[in-house]
């Protein structure tokens, strides 16, 4: 099984003032969709807004992989009360069943679903159509509040 309490993020500020810039010029935003460590830096991003008493520029996080912080000192205090959709590879993903127990604690609202093709976007029928079936699904509930 892998180790993760190691882990040492870098250059986290800057990505976050990045990301704040970028939403700022480019929104606005309904969906953000992420993928592995991308979903990480979406969760700090949150976080840090949270701290600033701001509100997320977009209505759903849909992650794919990975997206938990193993970084001990960026941990988050609290949960994240943003929607988000988390689909992980299961056993077949390295991180899978790490994911699986790590962002139920990071995000209040939180739906979970798994296919078996690794640390991948899903791409094996007939999951994977469920599984996308399902994201679009919510990405519409989403931006016709």
């Not at 976007?121 to 990405?139: G, L, T």
């Amino acid at each position: 099984e892998m180790k993760f309490e190691d882990a040492v993020y870098l250059h986290v500020e800057s990505s976050i003032k990045f990301l704040d810039e970028y939403f700022a010029s480019h929104g606005p935003f309904e969906v953000v969709v992420a993928f592995s460590q991308s979903g990480t830096l979406l969760a700090l991003f949150l976080d840090q807004l949270r701290k600033d008493g701001r509100e997320a520029p977009w209505r759903l996080s849909v992650l794919f992989c990975g997206s938990m912080i193993d970084d001990r000192s960026y941990q988050l205090k609290e949960p994240l009360a943003q929607p988000t959709v988390y689909v992980h590879g299961g056993d077949a993903d390295d991180w899978g069943r790490h994911g699986e127990r790590c962002l139920p604690q990071m995000y209040t609202e939180l739906e979970m679903m798994e296919h078996g093709d690794g640390h991948s976007f899903p791409s094996k029928n007939p999951r994977a159509a469920e599984i996308y079936a399902r994201v679009v699904e919510r990405m519409r509930m989403s931006c016709c509040k």
